[in-house]
C-alpha cells in the first residue's frame, strides 16, 4: 500500500514512517506542515493518507481541511485522520464528507500497532475506524435521537459497526451468533427509516446517524 503521512512532530513522523515499512507498506511523502499536505497528495495519489488534525501554521484544524480538500480532488481517497483528543465534531465533518474510506482515531491508538494497522486497512478497503474512545464519547452525549428506540443490545451493535468491524468480528465481541448481529443489524436499518438497498452504503447511513444525533 502507498501511504502520504502528515505529522507534525518529527519523531513521531519518523515513527510512522518506521511502523508502516515494517508492515510493508511504502512511504512515498511525509508533510510536516498543513499546506504540504494537499500537493502531496495530489502528486501522488496514494492509497491512503494518515493524517493528523493540527498541523502548522495555525495547530487548529488544517490537517482535517486538507483530508476534505484531497477528497474532493481525489474522490474517495482514503483517510485516516490521528488527533490527540476526542473531538467528535471532526469525525462528524470527515465522515459526513463522504462516509466510506475514512477513520478517525486517537494517537494513542497508534501505540497498540496491531489495532493501527488493522484500522488503516480497514479504511484503505472503502470502511471506517472510529476510534472506541471517540464512540464512547457520542454514545454519552447523545439526547433525544432517533437512536433512543433502539435497545441496548441494537446499540452495542452500532457502536461497533461505528468502529468500522464486519458481522463475524461483531459476534465474536458480544458472544452471539452473526445469524444473531443481521437481524440486529436489520432492526437498526428498519428504526433510522434507512431504505432498502446496498447493506454497505446502508451502513455507512446508519454511522452517519449516529453521528449527527450527538
Known amino acids: 500500500m502507498r501511504v502520504v503521512i502528515a505529522e507534525d512532530n518529527a519523531l513521531l513522523r519518523e515513527g510512522l514512517v ?52 484531497a477528497r474532493e480532488r481525489l474522490p474517495g481517497l482514503p483517510v485516516l485522520v490521528l488527533s490527540q483528543y476526542v473531538e467528535e465534531s471532526y469525525a462528524a465533518e470527515l465522515l459526513g464528507g463522504g462516509a466510506s474510506g475514512v477513520g478517525y482515531l486517537l494517537k494513542d491508538r497508534v501505540g497498540r500497532v496491531d ?54 468480528t461483531i459476534a465474536k465481541a458480544l458472544v452471539v451468533t452473526e445469524r444473531a448481529v443481521s437481524k440486529h443489524i436489520g432492526n437498526i436499518f428498519l428504526k433510522l427509516g434507512l431504505p432498502p438497498g446496498d447493506t454497505g452504503h446502508r451502513r455507512v447511513l446508519a454511522v452517519l446517524a449516529y453521528l449527527s444525533n450527538t
Open 115 to 168: 489495532e493501527f494497522l488493522d484500522a488503516l486497512d480497514r479504511v484503505a478497503s472503502g470502511g471506517t475506524a472510529l476510534d472506541p474512545e471517540v464512540v464512547t464519547e457520542l454514545m454519552t452525549r447523545r439526547r433525544d435521537s432517533p437512536l433512543d428506540s433502539l435497545t441496548p443490545r441494537e446499540r452495542e451493535v452500532l457502536a461497533l459497526m461505528a468502529e468500522g468491524h464486519d458481522n463475524t
Open 18 to 69: 518506521l511502523l508502516l515499512t515494517s508492515a510493508g507498506h511504502q512511504v512515498v511523502a511525509a508533510a510536516g506542515s498543513g499546506p504540504e499536505i494537499l500537493p502531496a497528495l495530489v502528486e501522488h495519489r496514494p492509497d491512503a493518507a494518515v493524517l493528523d488534525v493540527r498541523m502548522p501554521p495555525g495547530f487548529r484544524d488544517e490537517g482535517l481541511r486538507a483530508a476534505l480538500a
